[in-house]
């Protein structure tokens, strides 16, 4: 299953069920599409607003019907307690529960404000408090979410061989100034840094192999960059872990990315980076990041649409 095959571009009702089938109220699913102006780029997320009395299984089915690498689930804050502006967030992807998805959150983010208006707001997750703001600058809507710590180690070298082995890549396919490491932003991330755009283009890898390399190292994704400049990065994020051939946008291991670049000495002041990803697969896609070597946080900035 890829993101580009399982898009819809429709809000429907799910129904929510126990696993003694007991029938409980419809779950309203919003979609949007993440880091984008065009509701046909970026990463496409499922927004459930009121996911209050959802156990784990539900979730899990209502993420699979959606089909996108991500549906975030709102199980605390609605109702009375809105006003507040703090909510405890769930991810689910279609096969299984991630601590922290980036884009799925600028969609909520962006679908909280429609309703509440601009302004911070700060979501619990499994991954600890993620403070996001919601701007207006000349009608377009902007969230920044600040991640939690992040940290960043060089890889070992059998996770190394291991993945390249699955990728179909070379030693040679690295780039030797960007050395491979395992990056945590909310979840951990392989970064491996191509030589070449030719090489970071050219993606056919073996998802079942993949995956599993992935599952016994704790990995959400791996992501693939290729350094245009020092403030330009073109990405590709491989997620077989969540049934997902590919992630348009990955604002999690942007996250993760930022320590990844501080921890290696890359990042000397405060910077801001940008990142295209998606453009392979035909959902462009643009995050900015901002990196500040006194801090262990990455601030993570884009755009969320609703799709159809």
């Known amino acids: 299953m890829t993101s580009e095959t399982s898009e819809t571009t429709r809000t429907g009702d799910i129904t929510a069920t126990s696993p003694a089938d007991h029938v409980r109220p419809p779950a309203e699913v919003l979609r949007y599409a993440a880091f984008t102006r065009d509701p046909a780029g970026g990463n496409p997320a499922g927004v459930v607003l009121d996911a209050r009395g959802l156990d784990d299984a539900t979730m899990l089915a209502v993420a699979a019907r959606v089909g996108y690498s991500e549906t975030a689930f709102v199980t605390s804050g609605t109702g009375r307690d809105e006003a507040s502006r703090r909510f405890g967030v769930r991810y689910f992807s279609p ?12 969609a909520l983010a962006v679908a909280l404000a429609e309703r509440t208006g601009p ?18 600058d000349e009608g377009a809507v902007l969230a920044t ?9 060089p890889a070992r070298s059998t996770e190394l061989d291991e993945t390249l082995k699955a990728l179909g890549w070379e030693a040679g ?44 190292h704790g990995w959400t994704t791996v992501m693939l960059v290729w350094r ?13 872990v969540g049934g997902v051939v590919e992630d348009p946008a990955t604002g999690a291991a942007a996250a993760a990315f930022g320590g990844y670049l501080r921890t290696l ?6 910077t801001r980076i940008s990142i295209r990803q998606g453009e392979d697969m035909g959902r462009p896609s ?10 262990t946080r990455t601030r993570v900035t884009g755009q969320a649409v609703p799709m159809g």
Do not use: K, Q, W
Request: contains cysteine; aromatic residues 6%.
């Open 228 to 240: 245009e400049t020092p403030e330009r990065f073109h990405v590709r994020n491989p997620f077989p």
């Open 173 to 216: 396919d690295l780039d030797p100034e960007l050395p491979p490491h395992v990056a945590f932003g909310g979840n951990d991330h392989l970064v491996l840094a191509a030589a070449s755009r030719e090489r970071l283009a050219s993606l056919a890898y073996d998802f079942d192999g993949l995956a599993d390399v992935m599952r016994r």
């Open 286 to 295: 643009d995050l900015l990041i901002d990196v500040d070597p006194r801090t």
């Open 265 to 270: 000495g890359l990042v000397t002041a405060p």
């Open 145 to 153: 979410l600040t991640s939690v710590a992040t940290r960043s180690r």
């Open 119 to 136: 302004g911070e707001i700060l979501l619990d997750t499994a991954a600890g408090e993620i403070p996001v703001a919601v701007t207006e």
């Open 95 to 106: 096969l299984a529960e991630v601590a922290f998805c980036g884009h799925a959150t600028l």
